[in-house]
């Protein structure tokens, strides 16, 4: 599946990914978010650990975990885009944004 981020960005979500996200069973009713999050995030910043990697967040009140962030690992190739994972936190991890809202 073929998603767009806030800039226009094609970002894949494999079948494999998407079957490791939904593992999660707080992720697993959740998956909408996903799209919302990568078209309208809070903020992306850029991985710590990985050059090629940018966390996008989204606040979400209200969720029966509480209210979390949604936090959505996309790895940057050269031309190609792909999401890691995605999971809810508490916090934004520390890092350079690369945009916010």
């Known amino acids: 599946m073929n998603l767009t981020d806030y ?28 799209t919302e999050t990568l078209g309208v995030p809070d903020t992306v910043i850029k991985s710590r650990s990985d050059e090629e990697a940018r966390l996008y967040y989204k606040y979400y009140e209200g969720l029966p975990i509480g209210n979390k962030y949604l936090c959505i690992v996309v790895k940057f190739k050269e031309a190609d885009a792909f999401i890691i994972t995605a999971y809810f936190t508490d916090s934004i991890k520390k890092g350079v944004a690369i945009w916010k809202k």
């Open 7 to 34: 800039a226009g960005n094609i970002i894949r979500l494999t079948d494999e990914r998407l079957a490791h996200v939904q593992e999660h069973p707080e992720m697993a009713m959740n998956i909408g978010k996903i």
